[in-house]
Protein backbone atom coordinates (compact mmCIF):
# COMPACT_ATOMS: atom_id res chain seq x y z
CA UNK A 1 0.00 0.00 0.00
CA UNK A 2 1.54 3.53 -0.58
CA UNK A 3 1.55 5.84 1.39
CA UNK A 4 -1.30 8.42 -0.79
CA UNK A 5 -3.70 5.33 -0.51
CA UNK A 6 -3.17 4.95 3.25
CA UNK A 7 -4.05 8.36 3.52
CA UNK A 8 -6.98 8.29 1.63
CA UNK A 9 -7.99 5.47 3.36
CA UNK A 10 -7.40 7.51 6.69
CA UNK A 11 -9.68 10.66 5.03
CA UNK A 12 -12.13 8.19 4.08
CA UNK A 13 -12.71 6.59 7.67
CA UNK A 14 -12.28 10.29 8.97
CA UNK A 15 -15.44 11.14 7.00
CA UNK A 16 -17.56 8.35 8.38
CA UNK A 17 -16.85 8.99 11.76
CA UNK A 18 -17.56 12.66 10.75
CA UNK A 19 -21.53 11.15 9.46
CA UNK A 20 -21.56 9.02 12.06
CA UNK A 21 -20.78 12.00 14.66
CA UNK A 22 -23.17 14.48 12.59
CA UNK A 23 -26.31 11.93 12.78
CA UNK A 24 -25.78 11.83 16.96
CA UNK A 25 -25.51 15.85 16.94
CA UNK A 26 -29.12 15.37 15.11
CA UNK A 27 -30.48 13.35 17.02
CA UNK A 28 -29.46 15.20 20.04
CA UNK A 29 -31.06 18.46 18.84
CA UNK A 30 -34.27 16.31 18.68
CA UNK A 31 -33.93 15.56 22.47
CA UNK A 32 -34.06 19.17 22.88
CA UNK A 33 -37.17 19.80 21.16
CA UNK A 34 -39.09 16.61 22.92
CA UNK A 35 -37.65 17.62 25.99
CA UNK A 36 -38.88 21.50 25.84
CA UNK A 37 -35.48 22.43 26.53
CA UNK A 38 -35.20 25.05 23.77
CA UNK A 39 -35.04 27.63 25.54
CA UNK A 40 -32.68 26.21 28.37
CA UNK A 41 -29.91 28.47 27.87
CA UNK A 42 -31.47 32.04 26.91
CA UNK A 43 -28.01 33.07 25.39
CA UNK A 44 -26.16 32.54 22.32
CA UNK A 45 -22.71 32.41 21.18
CA UNK A 46 -22.46 32.49 25.18
CA UNK A 47 -24.21 30.45 27.29
CA UNK A 48 -25.24 32.36 30.46
CA UNK A 49 -22.55 34.87 29.78
CA UNK A 50 -19.89 32.13 29.58
CA UNK A 51 -17.88 31.22 26.59
CA UNK A 52 -19.25 28.39 25.66
CA UNK A 53 -16.37 26.07 25.77
CA UNK A 54 -15.87 27.05 29.35
CA UNK A 55 -19.44 26.81 30.53
CA UNK A 56 -19.12 24.91 33.94
CA UNK A 57 -19.86 21.20 33.71
CA UNK A 58 -21.59 21.45 37.40
CA UNK A 59 -24.03 23.52 35.59
CA UNK A 60 -24.99 21.36 33.11
CA UNK A 61 -27.96 19.91 34.84
CA UNK A 62 -31.94 19.10 33.55
CA UNK A 63 -32.96 20.71 30.37
CA UNK A 64 -29.92 22.56 30.21
CA UNK A 65 -27.67 19.54 29.69
CA UNK A 66 -29.53 18.79 26.70
CA UNK A 67 -29.65 22.17 24.86
CA UNK A 68 -25.95 22.97 25.74
CA UNK A 69 -24.52 19.45 24.91
CA UNK A 70 -26.52 19.69 22.05
CA UNK A 71 -24.72 22.92 21.10
CA UNK A 72 -21.09 21.33 21.83
CA UNK A 73 -22.03 18.55 19.62
CA UNK A 74 -23.31 20.93 16.71
CA UNK A 75 -19.26 22.73 17.05
CA UNK A 76 -17.46 19.82 17.47
CA UNK A 77 -19.84 18.82 13.61
CA UNK A 78 -18.06 22.30 12.83
CA UNK A 79 -14.43 21.36 13.69
CA UNK A 80 -14.67 17.65 12.14
CA UNK A 81 -15.71 19.49 8.75
CA UNK A 82 -13.05 21.94 8.94
CA UNK A 83 -10.71 19.03 9.35
CA UNK A 84 -12.28 16.97 6.59
CA UNK A 85 -12.38 19.51 3.98
CA UNK A 86 -8.18 20.27 4.96
CA UNK A 87 -7.85 16.59 4.29
CA UNK A 88 -9.78 16.76 1.14
CA UNK A 89 -8.11 19.46 0.03
CA UNK A 90 -4.53 17.80 0.62
CA UNK A 91 -5.33 14.20 -0.14
CA UNK A 92 -8.67 13.84 -2.70
CA UNK A 93 -8.47 14.66 -6.23
CA UNK A 94 -11.75 14.15 -7.34
CA UNK A 95 -13.04 17.97 -8.04
CA UNK A 96 -16.35 16.60 -7.19
CA UNK A 97 -15.91 15.18 -3.24
CA UNK A 98 -13.65 18.41 -2.64
CA UNK A 99 -16.99 20.75 -3.80
CA UNK A 100 -19.19 18.50 -1.66
CA UNK A 101 -17.08 18.99 1.90
CA UNK A 102 -17.48 22.62 1.06
CA UNK A 103 -20.46 22.35 0.71
CA UNK A 104 -21.06 20.43 3.51
CA UNK A 105 -19.30 23.27 5.56
CA UNK A 106 -21.69 25.45 4.08
CA UNK A 107 -24.54 23.14 5.32
CA UNK A 108 -23.49 23.46 8.78
CA UNK A 109 -22.90 27.26 9.49
CA UNK A 110 -26.21 27.65 7.80
CA UNK A 111 -27.74 25.34 10.42
CA UNK A 112 -25.60 26.71 13.53
CA UNK A 113 -27.20 29.98 12.42
CA UNK A 114 -30.25 28.80 12.31
CA UNK A 115 -30.22 27.28 15.98
CA UNK A 116 -28.62 30.65 16.89
CA UNK A 117 -31.30 32.49 16.00
CA UNK A 118 -33.80 30.82 17.09
CA UNK A 119 -32.72 31.20 20.31
CA UNK A 120 -32.02 35.07 19.90
CA UNK A 121 -35.49 35.63 18.24
CA UNK A 122 -37.57 33.49 20.18
C1 LIG B 1 -24.52 20.85 13.29
C2 LIG B 1 -25.38 21.81 13.55
C3 LIG B 1 -26.76 21.54 14.08
C4 LIG B 1 -27.61 20.52 13.77
C5 LIG B 1 -27.40 19.36 12.78
C6 LIG B 1 -28.82 20.74 14.53
C7 LIG B 1 -29.94 19.92 14.51
C8 LIG B 1 -31.07 20.14 15.21
C9 LIG B 1 -32.27 19.34 15.14
C10 LIG B 1 -32.47 18.13 14.23
C11 LIG B 1 -33.16 19.86 16.00
C12 LIG B 1 -34.58 19.33 16.26
C13 LIG B 1 -35.57 20.09 15.42
C14 LIG B 1 -36.95 19.53 15.58
O1 LIG B 1 -37.15 18.51 16.24
O2 LIG B 1 -37.91 20.12 15.01
C15 LIG B 1 -32.55 20.98 16.65
C16 LIG B 1 -33.15 21.75 17.61
C17 LIG B 1 -32.55 22.84 18.23
N1 LIG B 1 -31.31 23.34 17.99
FE1 LIG B 1 -29.96 22.58 16.69
N2 LIG B 1 -28.67 21.88 15.30
C18 LIG B 1 -27.43 22.39 15.06
C19 LIG B 1 -26.89 23.52 15.61
C20 LIG B 1 -27.45 24.27 16.61
C21 LIG B 1 -26.81 25.41 17.25
C22 LIG B 1 -25.39 25.95 16.95
C23 LIG B 1 -27.66 25.89 18.16
C24 LIG B 1 -27.33 27.08 19.02
C25 LIG B 1 -28.08 27.62 19.85
C26 LIG B 1 -28.86 25.06 18.11
C27 LIG B 1 -29.99 25.21 18.90
C28 LIG B 1 -31.12 24.44 18.80
C29 LIG B 1 -32.32 24.65 19.60
C30 LIG B 1 -32.55 25.76 20.64
C31 LIG B 1 -33.21 23.65 19.24
C32 LIG B 1 -34.61 23.42 19.83
C33 LIG B 1 -35.64 24.08 18.96
C34 LIG B 1 -37.01 23.99 19.59
O3 LIG B 1 -37.32 23.03 20.30
O4 LIG B 1 -37.79 24.92 19.39
N3 LIG B 1 -28.67 24.08 17.16
N4 LIG B 1 -31.29 21.14 16.15
Redesign the pocket.
Known sequence: MTDLSLSRRLLHWFAVFTAIF?WL??IS??S??SRNA?MAVPD?PTSFGYNMFLFPVSRWVGPIFY?HS??LM?ST??ILLLALVVGLMLREPRRWVKVLGWCAIGS?CL??LA??L??MLN
Request: proline letters at 0%.
Open positions: TAVGGVTGWEHRAVGVQGGGRV
